[in-house]
């Protein structure tokens, strides 16, 4: 079936250095991806999207990468900080009705930053 | 202004009960979506609603309904509740069907 998953359960990056989050999709239909950051007891937080029309966006301190090819997302952090700590998951979006769309998210990337 | 609330914030049930989650948008937000995130999982999309109508919805059974009312607020409730539905309920509010999604804090529901 169509699914969105991640290469990487765990990633540990000391503090400064960049770090990269895998994820790869099999909806070759998806055209509009989504990177989310959910920190502890917190609801998952918008950080950066990409459409397929596009292989690379910037936001601040983050980059989001698109392969179409090989059906591959990743998501890069600058300068890693402590409060980057928390869980990534990548989501695809599956077009609906009236102009609507579902969320499919991935199983998720623990990051722990290093002091 | 307020983001997207969720109540209660913890839940403790036993099987066979039903239970009701509610949300209130993101001011000026008029579409509510609800997913279901097990432990150390990644959210699954249950159904959304605009307009007071349910508009897609994910593969979850009929046991899961939902409601949106004028004010844009929803609910959403589970019936004859199975220990696999203990988890973090997610409401998302957006300005439409197909924009960005803005996430409250959950609703952790645990069934005994």
């Known amino acids: 079936g169509e699914s969105v998953g991640l290469h990487l359960p765990t990633l540990s990056v000391q503090e400064g250095d960049n770090s990269i989050i895998n994820c790869a999709y099999s909806n070759s239909a998806s055209d509009y991806f989504i990177w989310y950051k959910q920190e502890s007891g917190k609801g998952p937080q918008f950080i950066i999207d990409i459409r397929s029309n596009m292989d690379k966006r910037q936001g601040q301190r983050v980059t989001v990468l698109l392969n179409k090819t090989v059906k591959h997302l990743s998501l890069q952090i600058a300068a890693t900080q402590p409060g980057d700590s928390a869980v990534y998951f990548c989501a695809e979006t599956s077009p609906g009705g009236a102009g609507s769309y579902q969320l499919t998210f991935g199983k998720g990337t623990k990051l722990s930053v290093i002091p | 202004d307020a983001g997207v609330t969720q109540s209660p914030t913890h839940l403790i049930k036993t099987r066979g009960q039903q239970v009701t989650l509610r949300c209130s948008p993101k001011?000026?937000?008029?579409?509510v979506s609800w997913y279901q995130q097990a432990l150390g999982q990644g959210p699954q999309f249950i159904f959304q609603?605009?307009?007071?109508?349910?508009?897609q919805r994910g593969n979850f059974p009929d046991r899961f309904s939902g409601h949106q009312f004028p004010n844009y607020s929803s609910e959403l409730n589970v019936n004859a509740l199975l220990l696999g539905d203990s988890a973090l309920y997610l409401c998302a509010s957006s300005l439409g069907p197909g924009r960005e999604q803005f996430f409250g804090p959950g609703t952790r529901l645990t069934v005994l």
């Open positions: 609603y605009y307009e007071e109508e349910e508009r």
């Open positions: 001011s000026g937000h008029d579409t």
